[in-house]
Every structure is written in C-alpha cells, then in structure tokens.
C-alpha cells in the first residue's frame, strides 16, 4: 500500500476514535464519577443508566400512576410527580437524579434550600421575560432585580406581614356571615 492510502484510512480513523474517546467521557465516565462522588458524600439516588439516565424510569411511574384513579381525598403529589415522590421515600429528602446525562440534585429540606438560595444569588439569575410576558406583568416584583427589587420587595413586605392578613381574613368572614 501507498503512504497516501495508509494516510487516508489512518486520519479519518484517528478522528473516529477521539471522537469514541470523547462520547464515553462524557456520556459515561463523568455521570459515573459524579454519582461516585456523592454517594461519598452521603447523597444516594437512583443509578445512572448510559444517555438516557433515569427518564425511562420516570416515564413509566408516570404512566403507572396516571392510569390508576384518584378519589377526592387521596394525596396528589404521589400521582403527579411519582418519581419524586418515590425517590424521596427511598434515598431521603436529598438525593440525585439523571435527566439523561445531567445529574440534578434534589434538595427538599428546607434548611438547605434557604442556605442554598442566600449564599448563590447570581447562581439562579432570573429569566429575560418574553416581550408579552414583560407588558403583561409590567415592572413588578417578579421582573426586577438588585437595588430596585429590595425596595420593592420592603415595600411588598409590609402588606403581607401576618397581623394585617389576619384583618383582612377576619374582615372577609364577617363579610360572608352578613
């Protein structure tokens, strides 16, 4: 064989295998760390499955609660979010889930979601609204951010403080009873 030919089939084989080299990376070695890290941790959950992560699961607690009925006074959480409600039970108020090959941690202790929420400000920046979205809920308390949502927010505060909602709900009962 000609060093042409050799060329031609070596470099496109070179390409192919960075590019194996790469999708297992990503696709299986960082999720795999990543679960091994926090199970070291303490934080469980259920085990990545390559590229598809836990939404088959997902998709069939869904489909499994859907297609039972649910009377009046039954809890709804079970029956709208399954797998959370599922997960929770088993590997406790923390825990990690794969949405493919993105591992979300789930945090329901309160505790933790406030630490979490005050000490990452600029980690959860808010959305840039639609254009209709922004004319429909104009510039309140949902759209601003900084200095002039604090102030907002001192302002909006003080209408919901306890001593005035309880006026207000005691003012309404009188009104349904007259």
């Known amino acids: 064989m000609s060093a042409l030919t050799e060329l031609v089939i070596l470099v496109p084989f070179c ?4 590019a194996l080299i790469k999708f297992l990376y990503d696709y299986l070695w960082v999720p795999l760390r990543i679960q091994r890290l926090l199970n070291s941790q303490g934080i469980k959950g259920p085990p990545y499955k390559f590229i598809h992560g836990n939404n088959h699961e997902v998709t069939k607690m869904k489909k499994e609660a859907l297609s039972k009925p649910l009377g009046l006074t039954d809890d709804i959480f079970p029956k709208v979010q399954p797998h959370i409600y599922t997960w929770i039970n088993r590997y406790g108020r923390n825990y990690l889930y794969w949405n493919g090959i993105r591992p979300e941690l789930v945090i329901s202790e ?4 406030k630490e979490v ?3 990452s400000e600029n ?7 639609s254009i209709f979205f922004s ?3 104009g510039n309140g308390l949902v759209l601003l951010e900084g200095e002039k949502w604090v102030k907002h927010r001192k302002l909006a505060n003080h209408v919901f403080h306890g001593e005035r909602l309880k006026v207000k709900h005691f003012r309404t009962e009188q009104t349904i009873v007259s």
């Open 15 to 18: 390409f192919f295998l960075v």
């Open 135 to 137: 004319k429909l809920l």
């Open 123 to 129: 980690t959860f920046p808010k959305k840039k609204p």
């Open 117 to 119: 929420l005050k000490n």
């Open 110 to 113: 309160p505790e933790l979601v």
